[in-house]
C-alpha cells in the first residue's frame, strides 16, 4: 500500500509563496503518476498539478497555471509544489495523490487510487 504524507501547509500573506512537500513510501515503483488536488469548504475537488514518474512530463490546472511548479515524482518518491503569486481563492485542503492505474487523465481524481491526509493552505489579505 503506498503511503502519503503532505508538509509545509500555513498561513500566507497574498503574493507570498508557499512550498508543499509529499512523501511517499511502500511500492512506490508501481506508482506511474503523482499529483495534487484541493478543496475549499463547499467546493468539489480541484485538480492542481502532476508529475509523472520521472518528472519528464507535468500538468497543471488552468488556475496554477504560471504561478505554481511540481517537481518530483515516483522515482524519487516525492511530489513538490511551489506555490508563488498565492491568491485568497487558493486557500484550501492540499492533497497529494499517486496512481497505480495507467488508464486515465492527470487532471481527473477518479485516476489515483491513493491519498494523503491533506495540509491546510490559507492565505489572507
Known amino acids: 500500500q503506498v503511503q502519503l504524507v503532505e508538509s509545509g501547509g500555513g498561513l500566507v500573506q497574498a503574493g507570498g509563496s508557499l512550498r508543499l512537500s509529499c512523501a511517499a513510501s511502500?511500492?512506490?515503483?508501481?506508482?506511474?503518476?503523482m499529483g495534487w488536488f484541493r478543496q475549499a469548504p463547499g467546493k468539489e475537488r480541484e485538480f492542481v498539478a502532476a508529475i509523472t514518474s520521472y518528472g519528464e512530463s507535468t500538468f497543471y490546472g488552468d488556475n496554477v497555471k504560471g504561478r505554481f511548479t511540481i517537481s518530483g515524482g515516483s522515482a524519487k518518491a516525492t511530489a513538490d509544489l511551489q506555490m508563488n503569486g498565492l491568491q485568497l481563492e487558493d486557500t484550501a485542503n492540499y492533497y497529494c495523490?499517486?496512481?497505480?492505474?495507467?488508464?486515465?487523465?492527470?487532471?481527473?481524481?477518479?485516476?489515483?487510487?491513493?491519498w494523503g491526509q491533506g495540509t491546510q493552505v490559507t492565505v489572507s489579505r
Open positions: 495523490a499517486a496512481s497505480t492505474r495507467t488508464l486515465g487523465p492527470p487532471n481527473y481524481s477518479f485516476r489515483y487510487n491513493h
Open positions: 511502500g511500492p512506490t515503483d508501481s506508482v506511474y503518476l
